[in-house]
């Protein structure tokens, strides 16, 4: 009964998960989607594009923007505003600007603006473009990409600056400033003086959603404060409405633009619904398997109270005092937290790696990391028992098949995330990251075994595992010591920095840092081997992260 109840929630759920990554791929049925189209620039990098176009449009000379994305992400980003558009009848392109998603080169290597000219070029050879009112949208990067090119390219009427600022120097035509209350990277000051420079009007005296010059002669301007921050720029529903309202002016002449925005609530709910059950049937799927796997197992590994894996063997030499939940809890953030910082020195031998981001992640999760590995090596010192013979047994007492499942569970979770999430948020490593997943992937192992074999085993069996409570607290404290010192040393490089960008990082680790955790514990509870879990762990969060290295 127990297992027809558990097969039956597993099929509902995958039909929930099916129906509602239809529903994001097909939806609007009226618009036609072309994925991954490549071109090369006129320095031979390989470009690749999607195109979102409105079916049975018989005008013969049809409207196209360009939507460039920001530094560390890709084309996937600019899909809900791709789709809006589109649904307006505009021909919307999006590209992966060189060294992100898949496209090929490096951003330290030519000039992204090549890349937008070549995906102009794929829309001249259509033949049924009108060339001379092409449009814009540069998120971030592509934002300074779009002043550069639109200064000195006539046959842009029309861009849209998103979460990008102005460029004083540049003379951008029928341009519209979208600007996040909340952004990290660009203040509002900076934008407040592009706009004085332009129309001549001191600071304090410029209007906002106020459009100052002509469409007509292309010295429309204009600037809006939009409740976002830098992150979430392209997937505020006011930016999008404003691109929308823009275009639709200045492009097509349409005085009244439509907005209604039922594509968009359910396109994001859609997405999210599928992320979420995706997941869950993900975390079914898995504890299926290891409990059967589990289940017919030798009699001394069934449970952690009828066995004595070699964790728990050598900790259970430990005193009880020392391993009560709240005694670690209390202990980590006083000692381990402050520990953190000085820890992050370990990631100095990444400093030749032309990967700034990559060293700051690494950071990040070292710190803490290096930090619980010297409580760890305190405890078993007090305890006489030594850090190299503990880390020794645990990987001994792993198995093969554990290994195995470990990095085959973590592949299936990347491409359910990379199904799902990933098609708004676009987690694909661009093909010139590969070669450094295998760094990426060995630190990140580093770094997920040294805290996870030690809290998991302490947390479940202090607090137990049985019972939705117990998990929930379980994980809930643990989640708070590991994200919480994550949170800290992102704060402490505000201070070393200057700058608030770095804080937008938190957003995306939230999810990620609770997915891991989940896995952990439920694969820990399941045949308590830490090694499994830290494999599925790093292999998702590697091919994850690895998208986010700017090189």
């Not at 021909?91 to 992966?96: E, G, N, V």
């Not at 976002?228 to 349409?254: K, M, S, V």
């Not at 803490?368 to 760890?376: E, V």
């Amino acid at each position: 009964m127990k297992n027809r109840k558990k097969y039956l929630t597993l099929a509902l759920l995958s039909i929930l998960f099916l129906f509602s990554l239809g529903i994001f791929l097909i939806f609007p049925t009226d618009i036609k989607r072309t994925y991954n189209q490549s071109t090369l620039t006129s320095d031979r990098v390989k470009i690749v594009y999607d195109v979102f176009e409105p079916k049975n449009d018989d005008f013969s000379m049809k409207t196209a923007v360009i939507l460039g994305h920001g530094v560390m992400v890709n084309k996937n980003f600019m899909r809900t505003i791709a789709l809006d558009l589109a649904g307006q009848g505009i021909i919307s392109i999006a590209l992966d600007f060189r060294g992100h998603g898949r496209s090929g080169g490096s951003i330290n290597e030519g000039d992204i603006t090549t890349d937008i000219l070549a995906v102009k070029e794929v829309l001249a050879l259509r033949g049924d473009i009108n060339m001379t009112n092409l449009g814009y949208v540069g998120y971030s990067m592509g934002g300074g990409a779009g002043f550069r090119l639109l200064d000195n390219d006539s046959d842009f009427r029309a861009m849209v600056s998103l979460a990008a600022g102005g460029r004083a120097q540049y003379s951008t035509p029928n341009l519209l400033i979208l600007h996040g209350i909340l952004d990290e990277a660009f203040n509002y000051s900076d934008v407040l003086g592009y706009m004085e420079n332009k129309t001549g009007i001191p600071e304090e005296d410029i209007k906002i959603n106020h459009i100052y010059g002509s469409f007509n002669d292309g010295t429309a301007l204009q600037v809006s404060l939009i409740k976002t921050d830098h992150f979430f720029a392209p997937y505020c529903y006011n930016n999008i409405r404003e691109i929308r309202f823009w275009f639709l002016q200045a492009l097509e002449g349409e005085s009244n633009p439509d907005s209604s925005f039922t594509n968009y609530f359910l396109l994001i709910f859609s997405v999210l619904i599928a992320s979420v059950t995706g997941f869950y049937i993900f975390l079914l799927a898995t504890g299926s398997i290891l409990s059967k796997i589990f289940k017919h197992s030798k009699p001394t590994e069934k449970t952690s109270n009828e066995s004595n894996p070699e964790e728990l063997r050598l900790l259970g030499k430990i005193t009880q005092d020392q391993l009560k939940v709240s005694k670690i809890n209390r202990m980590y953030w006083v000692f381990v937290l402050p520990l953190s910082i000085p820890c992050m020195v370990f990631v100095l031998p990444l400093l030749p790696v032309p990967m700034f981001y990559m060293i700051l992640f690494s950071a990040l999760l070292m710190g803490p990391s290096i930090a619980t590995l010297f409580y760890q090596f305190y405890i078993l010192k007090k305890n006489k028992i030594k850090l190299k013979d503990f880390y020794i047994r645990i990987l001994k007492s792993t198995k093969i098949q554990n290994i195995l499942m470990g990095l085959i569970f973590g592949a299936i979770l990347y491409t359910v995330l990379s199904l799902t999430i990933g098609y708004i948020f676009g987690i694909v490593p661009s093909s010139t990251k590969w070669g450094w997943a295998v760094l990426f992937f060995v630190i990140i192992f580093i770094t997920q075994f040294n805290f996870t074999q030690f809290f998991q085993p302490v947390v479940i069996r202090g607090m137990g595992y049985d019972t939705k409570k117990q998990r929930f607290k379980g994980q809930l404290t643990i989640f708070s010591m590991y994200f919480g010192s994550i949170v800290f040393l992102i704060l402490i490089s505000l201070l070393i920095f200057r700058s608030w960008f770095n804080i937008q990082f938190i957003f995306p680790l939230i999810p990620l840092i609770l997915m891991a955790n989940i896995i952990a514990g439920r694969f820990y509870q399941k045949n308590q081997d830490i090694i499994l879990p830290v494999l599925t762990n790093s292999v998702f969060l590697t091919l994850i992260l690895i998208t986010l290295i700017n090189i």
